[in-house]
T-cell receptor, first 120, second 111 residues
C-alpha cells in the first residue's frame, strides 16, 4: 500500500525559504520507473505542477519556478524534500506530493496535502 | 495560465451524459498520453483515467471514460450521479516544457 504525507511549516513570511518534506511508504525511490512529484493548488484555483525527481536522481522543474525550486531525495529515509526560495503571498497554496510512475506519466498516489500560508 | 484548456464549468441532471473537453497542442496532448484527475471537495486529487482511456482500478465506475484525438482529449461521464460533483483536471507531459502540465480544471455540477 502506497502512502505519502507532506509536512512543513503552515506559515512562512515573505522572502523566506519554504522547506517541505514528503514521507512515503509502500515503494522505493530506487526502483526503476518510480518518481515523486510536487503539485500545488492556491485556494480556489487550479493544480500547478512544480517538480519531479526520478529513481535515478534526474530532476525536472516547472520552467516558471525553476530558479526558486530544489528537489532532493533521501532513499534511505524514504523522503523527498522540496525547497522554494523567496516566498511571496501568491505562493499561498496547498502543496501535494505524489508517487509518479514514469511509464504512464501519472501521479497515481497522492498525499493529503499541506496548506502553506505566506504572510507577514 | 494553464497550458491545457478546459471549460471552467459543466453541468447536467442525474442520468445525463456529460463531456468535459481538454485542449492542448502538439507538444503535450498530441505527443503524449492524457490523464484525468478527480478532486472531490476538500480532498486531494485522485487519478481516474490514464493513458487516454484506461480506468484507474477501483477509482471510478465504468460510467467514466476518456478519449483523445489529435491535440484534444475528453472525459465523458454517463448516467450522471450526484456524487460525481467534483473538479476534474486533465494532465499530460509536455515535451517542449519538459514537464507536466495541467488543465485549469472543470467544476462539474449535478443539477
Amino acid at each position: 500500500q502506497i502512502t505519502l504525507k507532506e509536512s512543513g511549516p503552515t506559515l512562512v513570511k515573505p522572502t523566506q525559504t519554504l522547506t517541505l518534506t514528503c514521507a512515503f511508504s509502500g515503494f522505493s525511490l530506487s526502483s526503476s520507473g518510480v518518481g515523486v512529484g510536487w503539485v500545488r493548488q492556491p485556494p480556489g484555483k487550479a493544480l500547478e505542477w512544480l517538480a519531479l525527481i526520478y529513481w535515478d536522481d534526474d530532476k525536472r522543474y516547472s520552467p516558471s519556478l525553476k530558479s526558486r525550486l530544489t528537489i532532493t531525495k533521501d532513499t534511505s529515509k524514504n523522503e523527498v524534500v522540496l525547497t522554494m526560495t523567496n516566498m511571496d503571498p501568491v505562493d499561498t497554496a496547498t502543496y501535494y506530493c505524489a508517487h509518479y510512475y514514469f511509464g504512464w506519466g501519472i501521479l497515481d498516489y497522492w498525499g493529503q496535502g499541506t496548506l502553506v500560508t505566506v504572510s507577514s | 495560465q494553464p497550458v491545457l484548456t478546459q471549460p471552467p464549468s459543466a453541468s447536467g441532471t442525474p442520468g445525463q451524459r456529460v463531456t468535459i473537453s481538454c485542449s492542448g497542442s502538439r507538444s503535450n496532448i498530441e505527443a503524449n498520453t492524457v490523464n484525468w484527475y478527480q478532486q472531490l471537495p476538500g480532498t486531494a486529487p485522485r487519478l481516474i483515467i490514464y493513458n487516454n482511456n484506461q480506468q484507474w482500478p477501483s477509482a471510478v465506475p465504468d460510467r467514466f471514460s476518456g478519449s483523445k484525438s489529435g491535440t484534444s482529449a475528453s472525459l465523458a461521464i454517463d448516467g450522471l450521479q450526484s456524487d460525481d460533483e467534483a473538479d476534474y483536471y486533465c494532465a499530460a507531459w509536455d515535451d517542449s516544457l519538459n514537464g507536466l502540465v495541467f488543465g485549469g480544471g472543470t467544476k462539474l455540477t449535478v443539477l
